[in-house]
């Protein structure tokens, strides 16, 4: 089984729908991330928490919130989607424990989000 | 603020050929520095990553890759090409402080026989 879930896998909406992403993880790591992916600019960071209470921005936060429900659930929503946030977003994990020692991140498949 | 430039966006190799992929990084303090590939219709894999220590850093498949703090690089290469490396590669640097990674724009790698 994966480690690190990501639902819908793809998803088709139009401008101005909210839209969901979820993320749920079995590692036990306490740190989550929300990534986007765009052909020729790499993945950049939209929101992670390196726990429950604690939610930060990244470089490319707005015009997206989070949820972290659960130690192992994060969800990112698009409140009004418009087209140009159609991207591959891809939730990760990281444990703690090796935080500031070069920690792994763990990558879910990834949802392939359009936008119309 | 840290960077990661990913020279050549796209790299062609045949099979059994050397395989090169460049990776230069900008940070006041030494980082560490990490290679992920992303084979098609999938999530990241870490490849390698080098924190301390010894600076020529092995990784999976047969993948190795040389911090040079003189250079601010880390190469990632593979004596031998295979048609299953043909993937995406990325290069990312994560603060001391915090997992936080910084991406390269990736480098895309094919695979001819």
């Known amino acids: 089984d994966a480690d690190v879930t990501q639902t819908p896998r793809n998803r088709i909406t139009k401008t101005g729908k909210r839209i969901m992403l979820e993320c749920s993880q079995t590692k036990g790591h306490d740190r989550m991330y929300w990534y986007r992916q765009d052909p020729g600019l790499g993945l950049r960071l939209i929101y992670y928490?390196?726990?429950?209470?604690?939610?930060n921005k990244g470089e490319i936060s707005d015009g997206y919130s989070v949820s972290r429900q659960a130690q192992a659930k994060f969800s990112l929503s698009l409140e009004s989607a418009i087209p140009n946030q159609t991207a591959l977003y891809f939730c990760?994990?990281?444990?703690?424990?090796?935080?500031?020692?070069?920690?792994?991140?763990?990558f879910g498949p990834g949802t392939r989000l359009t936008v119309l | 603020a840290q960077s990661v430039t990913q020279l050549g966006s796209h790299v062609s190799v045949s099979e059994g050929a050397l395989v090169l992929l460049r990776c230069n990084y900008s940070?006041?303090?030494?980082?560490?520095l990490f290679w992920y590939v992303q084979y098609p219709n999938q999530g990241l894999q870490l490849l390698l990553k080098y924190t301390t220590g010894a600076t020529l850093v092995k990784g999976i498949n047969g993948f190795e890759a040389e911090f040079k703090k003189s250079e601010t690089s880390f190469h990632l290469t593979k004596p031998s090409a295979h048609m299953s490396d043909a993937a995406e590669y990325f290069c990312a640097v994560s603060e001391r402080n915090t997992d936080k990674l910084i991406f390269g724009t990736g480098t895309r790698l094919q695979v001819f026989p």
């Open positions: 940070s006041s303090v030494p980082p560490y």
């Open positions: 990760a994990t990281s444990d703690v424990g090796l935080a500031g020692a070069g920690g792994e991140q763990f």
């Open positions: 928490s390196f726990d429950v209470k604690d939610i």
